[in-house]
C-alpha cells in the first residue's frame, strides 16, 4: 500500500513538474518576439557598420526553425532569402564529420584505427608519424599536421592527401590540438575510400537528403542556379564583388555551400539528440560523442568538427567558417534547446584584426537567448581599415622620399669617403626587402593570384612599394656608376 501511495505521488509530482516546464516554455516563448525584434535592431546595425552586403541569420529552438532574417541581394540582385546558398568555409568541417561518424556507426570505420587501415597509401615525411596517424586524430586536429600543404595545382582529394607525403608533422600525433585543414582533406578522401562513392556525392546522399537539405550543395553551379549569394572581398574596408571561383578539391574542409533554412534542420537535428522528423539520423551515444571536446585548445575543446566552450554562461558547442569571400558560424546551446546560423558574404584573404562580424554576431545572438543583455552595437571596422590604409600611405611615401633622395644623389655624386660602402650596403638591404614581398603570399600560403583576388588592396600596395623599391635601387646603381665602380 505505501508502495502504491509513493508511486502515485511521484506521478503527480512528476505530472505537475512537467507543467510547470510546459507553462515556463510558453511563458519564454511568448517573450521571443520582443527578443528577437531586438535581435533583428543589433543585426542590421553592426552589418551596416561593418559593411557587410549581404547575410542570412536563423534561430533555431529545439526541433524547429523559430526566426529568420535575411540582409542584402544575391548574385541576380534578388532578395537573400533563407534558402539562399553561402559557402560554409571550415564550417564545412562539421559536416565531414557527421559523414565519418555514419560510416562509424555502420561499422565501416573505427576511430582509433590507423588512417592506412583505409588509405593503404597514406604517407608523411615521417614514417613513424604516418603509421600511428589515426581518424580520431584527424577529427580533432591532434595528428600534428600542418596547416598550411602547398596547393600546386592539385584538383582531387587523392591529390592532397598525395601531397603530405613531403610534408613532415609539426608535433608527435596525438600530443596536442593544432587546427589544420589537411586533417579533413585526408577524412574526406577516407570517406571516398570507405563508400566507393566521391565526397560530393556521398554527402549529397547521405546527409543533404535525409535531412531535407534542398538548398546545399557541393557544385557551384548548382548552387548558382538555385540561388547563390554573391561573395565580396573588402579593398580599404569598401566591399567589392569577388572573382573567386569555387573549391571542388577542398569541399570536406571548406568548400560546402548551404543555406541558413538548411543549416537550421542540421543544428535541430543534434539538439533533439540525432532524431529528424523522420526517424533517428545519428545515435544519441554519436550525438554526444560529436560534440564532447576530446582535444583542449585556448578557451575551448575541440570535439568533431565543432567547438566546445561556453557562450553566454553555459555550455556551447559552435564553429565558425572564414574564406576570402565568405564568412558565418554556428552556434548550439544544447542545454537551452537553442541554435543560431549566421551566415555573410564579405571576408579577405589577410588575416582580419577584428574579430569577424558573423562569428560575433552569433555569439551575441546566443547569448541574448540565455538571458544575457544584448550589447550595444559598436564597431570599429571602418576606424581600422582607415588606420590600415593611412599606414600603407605612409609606407609608401616614405618609400618615395627615399626614391626622390636616390635620385637626386645620382645627378650629383658624392666623393664623401664611405659613399660607395653605404650605396652597396643600401642596395642589399633594398634587394633583400624586394625579395620579402615577392614571397610574402607564399609564407601565409597564399598564391599572388589569391592575394590579387582576395586581397586586392594588400597586392596592389605591395606591388606599389615593391615598384618604388625597384626604382630606387637604380637609382642607387647609377649614383654607383657615377662615382666610378663601374668604369
Same mark, same amino acid.
Request: no cysteine.
Given at each position: 500500500?505505501?508502495?502504491?501511495?509513493?508511486?502515485?505521488?511521484? *506521478?503527480?509530482?512528476?505530472?505537475?513538474?512537467?507543467?510547470?516546464?510546459?507553462?515556463?516554455?510558453?511563458?519564454?516563448?511568448?517573450?521571443?518576439?520582443?527578443?528577437? &525584434?531586438?535581435?533583428?535592431?543589433?543585426?542590421? &546595425?553592426?552589418?551596416?557598420?561593418?559593411?557587410?552586403?549581404?547575410?542570412?541569420?536563423?534561430?533555431?529552438?529545439?526541433?524547429?526553425?523559430?526566426?529568420?532574417?535575411?540582409?542584402?541581394?544575391?548574385?541576380?540582385?534578388?532578395?537573400?532569402?533563407?534558402?539562399?546558398?553561402?559557402?560554409? =568555409?571550415?564550417?564545412?568541417?562539421?559536416?565531414?564529420?557527421?559523414?565519418?561518424?555514419?560510416?562509424?556507426?555502420? =561499422?565501416?570505420?573505427?576511430?582509433?584505427?590507423?588512417?592506412? +587501415?583505409?588509405?593503404?597509401?597514406?604517407?608523411?615525411?615521417?614514417?613513424?608519424?604516418?603509421?600511428?596517424? +589515426?581518424?580520431?586524430?584527424?577529427?580533432?586536429?591532434?595528428?600534428?599536421?600542418?596547416?598550411?600543404? *602547398?596547393?600546386?595545382?592539385?584538383?582531387?582529394? *587523392?591529390?592532397?592527401?598525395?601531397?603530405?607525403?613531403?610534408?613532415?608533422? @609539426?608535433?608527435?600525433?596525438?600530443?596536442?590540438?593544432?587546427?589544420?585543414?589537411?586533417?579533413?582533406?585526408?577524412?574526406?578522401?577516407?570517406?571516398?575510400?570507405?563508400?566507393?562513392?566521391?565526397?560530393?556525392?556521398?554527402?549529397?546522399?547521405?546527409?543533404?537528403?535525409? @535531412?531535407?537539405?534542398?538548398?546545399?550543395?557541393?557544385?557551384?553551379?548548382?548552387?548558382?542556379?538555385?540561388?547563390?549569394?554573391?561573395?565580396?572581398?573588402?579593398?580599404?574596408?569598401?566591399?567589392? +564583388?569577388?572573382? @573567386?571561383?569555387?573549391?571542388?578539391?577542398?569541399?570536406?574542409?571548406?568548400?560546402?555551400?548551404?543555406?541558413?533554412?538548411?543549416?537550421?534542420?542540421?543544428?535541430?537535428?543534434?539538439?533533439?539528440?540525432?532524431?529528424?522528423?523522420?526517424?533517428?539520423?545519428?545515435?544519441?551515444?554519436?550525438?554526444?560523442?560529436?560534440?564532447?571536446?576530446?582535444?583542449?585548445?585556448?578557451?575551448?575543446?575541440?570535439?568533431?568538427?565543432?567547438?566546445?566552450?561556453?557562450?553566454?554562461?553555459?555550455?556551447?558547442?559552435?564553429?565558425?567558417?572564414?574564406?576570402?569571400?565568405?564568412?558565418?558560424?554556428?552556434?548550439?546551446?544544447?542545454?537551452?534547446?537553442?541554435?543560431?546560423?549566421?551566415?555573410?558574404? *564579405?571576408?579577405?584573404?589577410?588575416?582580419?584584426?577584428?574579430?569577424?562580424?558573423?562569428?560575433?554576431?552569433?555569439?551575441?545572438?546566443?547569448? !541574448?537567448?540565455?538571458?544575457?543583455?544584448?550589447?550595444?552595437?559598436?564597431?570599429?571596422?571602418?576606424?581600422?581599415?582607415?588606420?590600415?590604409?593611412?599606414?600603407?600611405?605612409?609606407?609608401?611615401?616614405?618609400?618615395?622620399?627615399?626614391?626622390? !633622395?636616390?635620385?637626386?644623389?645620382?645627378?650629383?655624386?658624392?666623393?664623401?669617403?664611405?659613399?660607395?660602402? !653605404?650605396?652597396? !650596403?643600401?642596395?642589399?638591404?633594398?634587394?633583400?626587402?624586394?625579395?620579402?614581398? +615577392?614571397?610574402?603570399? =607564399?609564407?601565409?600560403?597564399?598564391?599572388?593570384?589569391?592575394?590579387?583576388? =582576395?586581397?586586392?588592396?594588400?597586392?596592389?600596395?605591395?606591388?606599389?612599394?615593391?615598384?618604388?623599391?625597384?626604382?630606387?635601387?637604380?637609382?642607387?646603381?647609377?649614383?654607383?656608376?657615377?662615382?666610378?665602380?663601374?668604369?
Amino acid at each position: 500500500m505505501l508502495k502504491r501511495v509513493g508511486l502515485a505521488t511521484l *506521478a503527480l509530482a512528476s505530472l505537475a513538474s512537467s507543467r510547470s516546464m510546459d507553462a515556463q516554455v510558453s511563458q519564454d516563448s511568448a517573450t521571443w518576439p520582443s527578443q528577437f &525584434a531586438e535581435i533583428d535592431r543589433y543585426a542590421e &546595425a553592426l552589418l551596416r557598420a561593418d559593411r557587410v552586403p549581404g547575410a542570412s541569420i536563423a534561430i533555431v529552438h529545439r526541433d524547429r526553425l523559430v526566426h529568420l532574417r535575411n540582409f542584402g541581394v544575391d548574385q541576380q540582385e534578388r532578395a537573400i532569402t533563407g534558402s539562399t546558398s553561402f559557402v560554409l =568555409g571550415s564550417m564545412s568541417k562539421s559536416i565531414t564529420a557527421v559523414a565519418v561518424m555514419q560510416l562509424v556507426e555502420r =561499422g565501416k570505420v573505427v576511430l582509433d584505427a590507423p588512417v592506412r +587501415t583505409y588509405l593503404p597509401g597514406f604517407r608523411v615525411a615521417s614514417a613513424d608519424s604516418g603509421a600511428t596517424i +589515426t581518424v580520431r586524430q584527424l577529427l580533432l586536429h591532434t595528428s600534428g599536421l600542418p596547416h598550411a600543404v *602547398a596547393r600546386g595545382s592539385r584538383r582531387t582529394l *587523392a591529390d592532397h592527401v598525395e601531397a603530405l607525403r613531403t610534408v613532415a608533422p @609539426l608535433r608527435e600525433p596525438g600530443s596536442a590540438h593544432a587546427y589544420a585543414s589537411p586533417n579533413y582533406l585526408v577524412l574526406g578522401r577516407i570517406v571516398e575510400a570507405v563508400s566507393g562513392q566521391p565526397f560530393g556525392q556521398y554527402v549529397e546522399q547521405n546527409i543533404f537528403g535525409p @535531412l531535407g537539405m534542398r538548398s546545399s550543395f557541393t557544385v557551384r553551379a548548382q548552387a548558382i542556379s538555385s540561388g547563390f549569394a554573391s561573395g565580396h572581398v573588402y579593398a580599404f574596408g569598401f566591399p567589392i +564583388t569577388s572573382t @573567386l571561383g569555387g573549391e571542388p578539391d577542398r569541399l570536406p574542409t571548406a568548400g560546402l555551400m548551404s543555406s541558413a533554412e538548411d543549416l537550421s534542420r542540421f543544428l535541430a537535428m543534434f539538439l533533439q539528440q540525432g532524431r529528424t522528423g523522420s526517424g533517428q539520423f545519428l545515435r544519441p551515444e554519436t550525438v554526444r560523442h560529436i560534440q564532447t571536446g576530446g582535444a583542449p585548445s585556448d578557451g575551448f575543446s575541440y570535439a568533431f568538427g565543432w567547438r566546445e566552450g561556453r557562450i553566454g554562461g553555459i555550455r556551447a558547442v559552435h564553429h565558425g567558417g572564414i574564406v576570402p569571400d565568405f564568412r558565418g558560424k554556428m552556434v548550439m546551446l544544447p542545454d537551452a534547446g537553442w541554435g543560431v546560423v549566421v551566415l555573410t558574404n *564579405a571576408s579577405s584573404a589577410i588575416p582580419w584584426p577584428l574579430t569577424p562580424t558573423s562569428h560575433r554576431l552569433a555569439d551575441d545572438i546566443a547569448a !541574448r537567448l540565455v538571458g544575457q543583455p544584448m550589447p550595444r552595437a559598436e564597431s570599429r571596422h571602418q576606424l581600422v581599415f582607415a588606420l590600415i590604409s593611412a599606414g600603407m600611405g605612409i609606407l609608401l611615401l616614405m618609400q618615395l622620399r627615399t626614391l626622390v !633622395r636616390e635620385l637626386r644623389l645620382a645627378r650629383q655624386p658624392s666623393h664623401e669617403s664611405g659613399a660607395t660602402r !653605404r650605396a652597396w !650596403r643600401a642596395i642589399v638591404v633594398d634587394v633583400v626587402f624586394l625579395i620579402g614581398i +615577392t614571397l610574402l603570399p =607564399g609564407f601565409v600560403g597564399l598564391r599572388w593570384e589569391d592575394l590579387f583576388s =582576395g586581397g586586392p588592396d594588400l597586392a596592389w600596395w605591395l606591388v606599389a612599394m615593391g615598384s618604388l623599391g625597384a626604382m630606387t635601387v637604380v637609382g642607387r646603381l647609377v649614383q654607383l656608376k657615377r662615382l666610378g665602380v663601374f668604369g
